[in-house]
């Protein structure tokens, strides 16, 4: 953090004191006048719904890589970018930054987040950002302070968290977390399956549960739930008993959390529960899996209510593969071609939308290893061609990559699909020649930020992704985590992995392959708003866009490596509406 500034130095003023501070910013002319012929609104008026911040370093991330001082906001939009704002009017309120770095919401372009916002239980989120289990505790305990959980009420925290992030490399014992929270059960579940562990109301719950599909859950005396089948039996007990207002809360919290970490809006590639058969929550389901055609429902409600304050962008992500029992091949895929009918692409407004086919459209399958699976997969991916569908696939490894490229070359000499601007997730070791002819294509590639959780490779080899090359193939490329059943779902630790190459224990485990920071946020603005579909209006601060914007509580760009890692926004902005910070920031 920067040492001259506290928390509590920014200063939110009344509109008499804004106007001398903005005498002072500079004497450049500000960037907005009176409105011509289809140019945004000029400088705030009476009524007006405005927000203007003076004093700053704020990093627009536009082609010419201005860094402005003040930024003015009214109804939503961006309407004066410059070393002068003009003047505020009545009622604007005006933040004094005193030298804060600002920078625009950071855009994810991989996310499992519907996951996040449909888990049962009174969830804690920050458990990712907890450095030692002290911490831990202590976000279950403040969870508890909370008065909304009622007796027998469960704590959760689910998600791509890893012990490996804490002091300790261990999950909680069962005393550790009786200690944090002794009067409600607790839930501790990592990743898609498991393992778990809770607390002793937790133990006795599970050890006496009974539900229509499955008994009682065997824990050990630490409070341990073996990971498979034994974990996701534990979360199917909970997903039964999960209300709509419980989901509902669930979203908001997710939304709460996402903001906190300075996420402003999402591309959601959550999973199908099943191929076929029942959609209901089952005890072999683990965390990735919801049912696909309800998952969305507590979300669309906040938002028809005016609640949703993040925003999120909805890929439709098909599980469903070769079945044997529906014969040729004129017989699979029955959902993603009822979907291809009856769904619309990117249809919806600047909060919801939804997206394209992806994160596959078929599970993925090599023809030389698996030729009848394969030919599944290349159905699909005609499908949606034909379909004239967006559409993305994932693959890390260079035969992975090869495939991928020569179905969609196969796909634009029959159908044309540069126009469709299709993706590649991951794509971490694709070759030179690979990247060219995708980049011929108009394909995008969202580049994987997650590998800091493991170890260096055997022979010492760069575990990937190959940044260099993927930011000089020219290819549309972005970064992403992969959250939040792969990693978390804070950007930061991405943005270090990239720009450092060091895993959680400080080990180089890609060496050579590190980009500078500019570059790195620059995938997780610029280049995330094209692999969204929204460039024109995301990923940058510029007149007319919509108002999503962070004031950092360090200097991303000058802080050490380690810092770097913890940086968090002092202030959220989305459309143009605080939706994090204020209390101490703003007295």
Same mark, same amino acid.
Request: proline share 7%; no cysteine.
């Given at each position: ?319 469903? @593969?070769?079945?044997? =029992?529906?014969?040729?091949? *004129?017989? !699979? /895929?029955?959902? #993603? %071609? $009822? ?83 299709? @993706?590649?997730?991951? =794509?971490?070791?694709?070759? *030179?020649? !690979? /990247?060219?002819? #995708? %980049? $011929? ?87 995330? =708003? ?11 601060? $510029? ?45």
């Amino acid at each position: 953090m920067d040492a001259n500034i506290s928390r509590r130095g920014l200063l939110i003023t009344g509109a008499a004191a804004g106007v001398a501070t903005l005498a002072g910013v500079g004497a450049a002319p500000a960037m907005a006048g009176p409105p011509g012929p289809g140019e945004p609104p000029g400088p705030p008026g009476p009524g007006d719904e405005a927000l203007t911040l003076v004093n700053g370093r704020i990093h627009t991330m536009d082609d010419a890589g201005t860094i402005a001082k003040a930024v003015s906001i009214r109804n939503g939009r961006f309407v004066a970018v410059g070393n002068v704002a003009p003047s505020p009017g009545s009622g604007n309120r005006v933040i004094d930054l005193r030298g804060r770095t600002v920078i625009p919401g950071l855009l994810e372009s991989h996310t499992h987040f519907v996951s996040l916002a449909n888990r049962p239980g009174h969830h804690v989120a920050d458990l990712e950002l907890a450095e030692n289990i002290a911490e831990v505790q202590q976000q279950l305990a403040d969870r508890r302070a909370q008065t909304d959980i009622p007796e027998g009420g469960f704590i959760t925290a689910m998600g791509g968290w890893n012990p490996n992030q804490w002091a300790e490399r261990r999950l909680p014992t069962r005393a550790e977390l009786d200690d944090a929270v002794p009067d409600r059960p607790v839930l501790l579940f990592q990743r898609f399956n498991g393992p778990g562990r809770v607390n002793s109301l937790g133990k006795e719950f599970f050890e006496s549960v009974e539900s229509p599909l499955a008994g009682p859950v065997t824990v050990g005396d630490d409070g341990s739930i073996a990971a498979g089948l034994p974990a996701t039996t534990a979360l199917y007990h909970l997903r039964v008993r999960q209300s709509f207002e419980d989901k509902r809360r669930s979203a908001l919290d997710s939304m709460a959390f996402t903001a906190k970490v300075g996420i402003t809006a999402l591309l959601d590639q959550t999973l199908v529960a099943v191929a076929t058969g029942p959609r209901d929550p089952q005890p072999g389901h683990p965390l990735a899996t919801l049912d696909h055609f309800r998952m969305y429902d507590a979300w669309i409600d906040l938002h028809r209510a005016g609640q949703a304050f993040v925003r999120l962008q909805m890929n439709f992500l098909h599980n469903q @593969g070769n079945i044997p =029992a529906l014969g040729d091949l *004129e017989n !699979q /895929l029955p959902e #993603l %071609r $009822e979907r291809l009918k009856n769904q619309f692409p990117f249809f919806g407004d600047d909060m919801l939308r939804t997206g394209g086919i992806g994160e596959w459209a078929a599970p993925f399958a090599l023809q030389a290893t698996n030729p009848t699976g394969y030919a599944v997969w290349f159905e699909a991916q005609r499908l949606v061609a034909a379909a004239g569908w967006r559409n993305e696939n994932a693959q890390t490894g260079v035969a992975g990559v090869q495939q991928v490229v020569e179905a969609y070359e196969a796909m634009d000499s029959e159908f044309g699909i540069t126009d469709l601007r299709w @993706g590649l997730q991951h =794509a971490d070791l694709a070759t *030179e020649d !690979q /990247l060219a002819r #995708l %980049r $011929e294509l108009n394909v995008g590639v969202s580049t994987s930020g997650f590998r800091w959780q493991g170890g260096p490779s055997d022979n010492g080899a760069p575990v990937g992704p190959l940044f260099p090359r993927l930011v000089a193939s020219g290819v549309r490329l972005g970064l992403h985590e992969d959250a939040v059943h792969i990693a978390p779902h804070n950007p930061w630790f991405a943005l270090h992995y990239a720009t450092t190459g060091l895993n959680w224990f400080g080990e180089q485990i890609n060496p050579d392959q590190q980009i500078s920071r500019q570059q790195a946020l620059h995938l997780y603005t610029r280049g995330n =708003a094209w692999y969204l579909n929204r460039e024109d209006d995301l990923g940058s601060i $510029e007149l007319g866009k919509p108002a999503d914007l962070l004031v950092l509580d360090r200097d991303y760009f000058t802080v050490s490596d380690d810092e770097m890692r913890r940086t968090r926004p002092l202030l959220t902005v989305v459309g143009g509406q605080i939706v994090h910070g204020g209390g101490a920031l703003i007295q």
